[in-house]
């Protein structure tokens, strides 16, 4: 069974400009979640879709957006990049009928902000 | 506000010397705590899920164990290859993940 895939694994763009980072879930999981590492600050949850409606968020600025898709399949997005926004990106993905399903994680997307 | 703290930040071992990852947490009706592993440049890989104080799980040289206020991975005897840094995370109420910082653990041959 293929995991989560992320593309793409690695982005460099300049402060102001926008990004959308794409993730594929595993195969009959409709529950994908994205959340933010960076040494300081290690995990942070962004946000979680669930059958195409958002069904958590965490304490990120309106710059951070999310979708998903029918098939499951979720991007984010990043308006207005800053410099604190370089960060590895990581997406999961779970069956999401339970609230405690295991969530299995994608290789990320390296954002570097210059 | 659910929270994680894991100690030690880092730790160095000899291969074959065994020792143990702490996990402390605060949450609001604990669902589920979650044990993962991660290697440099890749995503979280999972280890294990304990629902309730009292519970253990097993794979190879790991055994993760809980407490009401805290949680151990226990590495029994470990190989250069386990050398990764290990996250730990709870889920309650409010059913997100909170991940604490891990603790990055280093296995000398």
């Known amino acids: 069974k293929a995991g989560v895939t992320q593309t793409p694994r690695y982005l460099i763009k300049t402060r102001g400009q926008q990004v959308t980072l794409s993730c594929s879930p595993i195969s009959g999981h409709r529950s994908v979640s994205w959340y933010q590492q960076t040494p300081g600050q290690g995990l942070q949850f962004l946000f979680e879709?669930?059958?195409?409606?958002?069904?958590n968020k965490g304490n990120f600025p309106g710059r951070f957006s999310g979708r998903q898709f029918s098939n499951s399949r979720s991007e984010m997005n990043v308006s207005t990049l800053e410099l604190g926004d370089s960060a590895l990106y990581l997406c999961?993905?779970?069956?999401?009928?339970?609230?405690?399903?295991?969530?299995?994680f994608g290789p990320g997307t390296r954002l570097t902000v210059l | 506000e659910d929270q994680v703290t894991q100690s030690p930040e880092a730790l160095r071992l000899q291969e074959g010397e065994s020792s143990s990852l702490n996990c402390s947490y605060t949450?609001?009706?604990?669902?589920?705590l979650f044990w993962y592993r991660q290697d440099p440049g890749k995503g979280p890989e999972f280890l294990f899920t304990l629902y309730s104080a009292g519970e253990e799980k097993e794979k190879e040289r790991l055994k993760a164990t809980l407490t009401k206020k805290e949680s151990f991975l226990h590495i029994t005897a470990p190989k250069p290859e386990d050398s990764a840094t290990y996250l730990c995370a709870v889920q309650g109420d409010y059913s997100t993940l909170t991940f604490g910082k891990g603790t990055m653990l280093l296995v000398s041959p």
């Open positions: 999961a993905s779970s069956l999401g009928g339970a609230s405690t399903d295991t969530q299995y």
């Open positions: 879709y669930f059958s195409e409606t958002q069904r």
């Open positions: 949450v609001s009706g604990l669902r589920g």
